[in-house]
């Protein structure tokens, strides 16, 4: 049945879209996914039936919860009590095994100790759909398990495949028998009767192994079997458009971006010698455009190299005019606006979602082909996109503010400079027409930046009032968070929850000042600077210094989509060397909350609908930064031809490694923790869309921002808090975090 199709109904996981292309790669068949909310069918049972008919199969997936709960099963709870005409073949998955347990008879219980991010070892039987199969090793991610009636095996014989006696609903077919605390744990059963399988594992995670694929095509194969020769043949009924699932989000009435011809890239390129210090050509450009917005997306160097010159060999300056177009977005008010030197050009009530098209809309219609190939960045859109703003693109409620900020905010950059701390090679760029005068002018002041100036002599600076710091996390009031998060796994309804905290400061020293000390004590591959200011409303800005590590999403003109989360902190101290770092990050703790996150990702990815070929060439390598040891996966795709990597950027936030999994219900218990307290930019994304069609972001982590109508600067730091937390330890990382930010303010 190669042309056959699937229904999978999905409890809002953050696996769900990796269930979907496994099946899809196993099988070779449709699928098709709705939720268990659908409003069609929720409150409509014969409206339900009659959809599941024009399918082969169902796969109930994995989502937070406990099966008990309506809400948290919705459509999956109705699968087992179908009309006998309408029964067809099901597989649970999780969430969805633990619901046809319990109506199995079954009881589902907390288990010991959760089970989240673990590979371990299956025991099969062999047969039914583990027939020749060998050795399985997969991924769990669950806090409950079924416990069959009987209870668990007395032996490890022929009772592990004994049905229980006294309701013999659920034949066993493997197990778990590594976990000394919690017993043996039922892994796959089948009904007796009906033709409904489930597995409590996750055979779809990157880290479960091939052998357990085999269970996906001999589900399909005792499916079809169990169709020839009970299910009533039926006529080929064509759905149509109604019942098609589509993975590409639909807006009515999405504000549409102007239309204007392509651009065209004017450029001039000269080799600069190293090592040189970005940081003077960066002050020689504001000294020359001290009437332009100059922002700097740098890739540090340390010892003359690039701190990591496979992610961050270039540094980008950009020069907007004070007519330059800015692309502005408040969750607070649900407001666009867009506006060039003072002008208004558009307002609409609109969603982040809606503004995230908007800046698509605007970028397809600003392409250029032209530049130099050995620039990443020819100009186009700078700016960020935070934390608040990623809630609402997956509907969840930001946390309520008593005045508005911005929440996205980009500026179109139409002027230059690119520098490639590998060959020297630098690139002045320009967007607009006949600007060879801006070019020549500039590539001079860049060479000559570094040389001593005979006409400047810097003033004694006088005292400035101490910092201080105006509000911070206490030790009690976080580790009480952690123990609240913990809680929350353990029910079930989070695999792991990435808890922050902010640090208020007041200093009077100038932005500048404080990024060039935070790129010296602390160097990072995605280091910036970014001063935003409204041409319209010059009370309203925002200055923001980062050095993080982190790489959120990139996209190359070729296609090529990257994601690189880190999650996993060693902090370099005396005695701890690479080698230590390696062992404490081979932890099986470290190595689920990075695990979490990849399989996360990979569903963000695997839901974009022109993106494919979405693998993990990299999985928990550790690299080596200034302060940190830390743990990174890579995780890649390919855009279809001609395609923008704006709907992966719209599909993926916020950063999965700042929320947890699975990411909706994750972000909404979050919000709750964190006493409502906004984040703002940190746990957002910062980078660029290039004209060239690429882009890059990073996530806001190692950072610091100010709003123009507040005194204080804000810091966020945190981690991933999962079963095997330590609340100390917890309180220890955020701080090991905190503190390289706290001491570039001078802070001790």
Not at 337 to 358: D, F
Not at 439 to 449: C, Q
Not at 702 to 713: G, I, N, Q
Request: hydrophobic letters at 40%; aromatic letters at 8%.
């Amino acid at each position: 049945m190669s042309s056959g199709r699937i229904l999978f109904i999905d409890a809002h996981d953050s696996f769900s879209n990796n269930i979907v292309s496994l099946l899809r790669d196993q099988l070779h068949i449709q699928v098709e996914l709705i939720h268990i909310d659908d409003p069609r069918f929720v409150l409509n049972d014969d409206a339900f039936h009659a959809f599941l008919q024009h399918f082969d199969a169902v796969v109930a997936g994995p989502g937070p919860g406990h099966p008990a709960n309506p809400e948290d099963v919705g459509l999956i709870g109705k699968l087992w009590s179908l009309p006998e005409v309408h029964v067809l073949p099901l597989l649970g998955i999780c969430l969805g095994f633990q619901s046809l347990a319990l109506a199995s008879g079954a009881t589902v219980e907390r288990l010991k100790r959760p089970r989240h991010g673990l590979v371990t070892p299956v025991v099969h039987c062999s047969e039914d759909v583990y027939a020749e199969t060998g050795e399985v090793a997969v991924t769990q991610y669950h806090s409950l398990h079924a416990r069959l009636s009987s209870g668990v095996p007395q032996s490890l014989g022929k009772d592990l495949w004994r049905a229980s006696p006294s309701r013999e609903d659920l034949l066993p077919l493997a197990w778990d028998l590594s976990d000394d605390e919690n017993g043996p744990i039922l892994m796959s059963a089948r009904h007796r009767v009906k033709p409904f399988w489930g597995v409590q594992y996750h055979p779809e995670s990157i880290c479960s192994n091939t052998e357990s694929h085999k269970l996906i095509v001999n589900w399909w194969r005792a499916a079809c079997n169990w169709s020839e020769t009970f299910r009533l043949q039926r006529a080929d009924v064509s759905t149509g458009r109604d019942h098609e699932h589509s993975d590409a989000t639909v807006h009515h009435d999405t504000p549409k971006a102007m239309v204007v011809g392509n651009v065209s890239v004017q450029w001039l390129s000269s080799t600069l010698p190293i090592p040189l210090d970005t940081a003077d050509i960066v002050e020689a450009l504001r000294r020359k455009h001290c009437d332009s917005n100059v922002t700097l997306l740098e890739s540090c160097v340390r010892e003359g190299l690039p701190v990591n010159a496979e992610t961050g060999r270039y540094s980008i300056i950009g020069i907007a005019g004070s007519d330059a177009s800015h692309v502005q977005y408040w969750t607070h008010t649900n407001e666009l606006l867009v506006h060039a030197g003072g002008t208004e050009l558009h307002r609409a009530t609109a969603t982040s979602g809606e503004v995230l098209c908007y800046l698509h809309d605007f970028m397809h219609n600003h392409r250029a082909s032209d530049g130099p190939p050995g620039s990443p960045f020819w100009g186009g859109m700078v700016g960020f996109v935070s934390y608040e703003a990623g809630l609402e693109t997956i509907d969840v409620e930001p946390a309520p503010i008593s005045r508005k900020k911005p929440d996205i905010w980009f500026v179109f950059v139409e002027r230059s400079v690119v520098i490639n701390h590998v060959s020297g090679a630098c690139y002045v760029q320009s967007l607009i027409d006949n600007d060879g005068a801006w070019l020549a002018a500039t590539r001079n002041t860049v060479i000559n930046s570094s040389l001593p100036r005979n006409d400047f002599s810097s003033p004694t600076p006088s005292p400035l009032p101490p910092p201080k710091i105006t509000s911070q996390p206490l030790k009690s009031d976080y580790c009480a968070k952690v123990t609240a998060c913990q809680s929350h796994l353990r029910a079930g309804l989070s695999y792991e929850l990435c808890l922050t905290a902010q640090t208020h400061i007041l200093t009077h020293e100038a932005p500048w000042s404080l990024y060039l000390r935070l790129r010296a004590q602390n160097p990072a591959p995605f280091a910036a600077y970014l001063n935003l200011t409204s041409p319209s409303d010059p009370s309203e800005g925002v200055t923001l210094i980062s050095s993080s590590p982190e790489r959120f999403l990139s996209w190359t003109r070729g296609g090529e989509v990257q994601f690189r989360p880190i999650k996993g902190t060693v902090k370099k101290s005396s005695g701890v060397t690479r080698e230590k770092a390696e062992v404490i990050l081979k932890s099986p703790k470290e190595q689920a909350e990075n695990l979490m996150i990849v399989d996360l990702i990979r569903h963000d990815l695997s839901g974009v609908a022109n993106v494919s070929n979405v693998h993990v060439p990299q999985l928990m390598q550790v690299e080596e930064y200034t302060s940190l040891y830390q743990l990174v996966s890579v995780v890649s795709g390919i855009l279809s031809p001609g395609g923008s990597g704006i709907p992966v950027l719209a599909a993926s936030l916020p950063p999965g490694s700042m929320t947890g999994a699975p990411k909706k219900r994750s972000c909404a218990l979050l919000t709750s923790i964190e006493d409502h307290e906004p984040r703002g930019l940190y746990s957002g994304v910062l980078g660029y869309m290039d004209v060239g069609g690429g882009g890059d972001f990073s996530v806001v982590i190692r950072s610091a921002f100010k709003y123009a109508d507040e005194s204080v600067w804000r810091i966020g730091a945190g981690g991933a808090v999962t079963v095997l937390s330590d609340p100390e330890s917890e309180w220890e990382e955020m701080c090991a975090k905190r503190e390289k930010m706290l001491g570039v303010f001078g802070i001790a």
